[in-house]
């Protein structure tokens, strides 16, 4: 069994493997010792951990991980199963690699382009020989209302209303603002995916990340939702570490 670590700037996430099955998954605001020890305790069989995290006030956990374990902390360095064509490496974030790696487990030897929808939407695409290219990087849906706010002297704060269809005619400013985003955010990711089909054929669309499920239910688009994206990702470093 393994033990995987997504420490985010939200949550973090916690999860026993057996194998590429997740056993246990555990989802805290904030990494504590505890956690690690209580998975320990109940996985006794666990002998190896992989830990991704953007956060730089956390606790220290590479150095309670490496006492416990045989451990990877992901970084640009670590090797990865597939070749990465990035330029700048050391600045790509560790959970675009994951989901990179996420998107190679499910849909091994094929063109994937993973949308990671969360605070920013990425884009990174994947292609069936197993090179990484690359991506976009957008604001995300709550940014977008967040921007409209901070950045005008009158617009209001406009929460996601992301469980309902939006009208395309906002007849107040409140509406007006959610269609902007809504719909145009939709739109937009639309039309990249098209973009990307017409150079990469049969692409696969893998969808992960805060708000996967909205565009799993309104992009016309065929995609495919992967919402431990990450976790799986790592998981799949891990082991191609433990076998290289």
């Known amino acids: 069994m393994k033990l995987v670590i997504d420490i985010g700037n939200s949550f973090v996430k916690s999860a026993v493997f057996d194998g590429t099955q997740i056993l246990d998954l555990k989802k805290n605001t904030d990494f504590t010792f505890q956690i690690v020890d209580d998975l320990l305790e109940k996985y006794n069989t666990i002998n190896a951990a992989i830990l991704s995290s953007v956060r730089k006030d956390s606790p220290n956990p590479e150095y309670f991980l490496e006492r416990k374990l045989r451990f990877i902390s992901l970084d640009f360095r670590t090797p990865l199963p597939f070749l990465n064509h990035y330029s700048t490496p050391e600045t790509l974030g560790k959970d675009r690699i994951a989901v990179v790696a ?35 990087i957008s604001p995300g849906i709550q940014m977008r209302f967040d921007a409209l706010h901070t950045l005008t002297g009158k617009l209001p704060l406009v929460n996601a209303e ?27 990711v639309d039309g990249i995916i098209e973009q990307y089909k017409l150079d990469f054929p049969e692409l696969k669309i893998v969808i992960c990340g805060g708000d996967n499920k909205y565009f799993d239910k309104y992009l016309k688009n065929n995609i495919f939702a992967a919402p431990n994206l990450v976790l799986q990702g790592l998981m799949k470093i891990l082991q191609f570490n433990e076998n290289s």
């Open 102 to 136: 996420g998107a190679q487990s499910l849909f091994p030897n094929q063109n994937v382009l993973v949308i990671d929808a969360g605070t920013s939407i990425t884009y990174d695409l994947l292609t069936a020989k197993g090179d990484y290219l690359g991506g976009g």
């Open 162 to 188: 992301l469980e309902k269809d939006i009208d395309l005619v906002g007849n107040s400013t409140k509406k007006a603002i959610l269609t902007g985003v809504q719909n145009g955010v939709l739109q937009e």
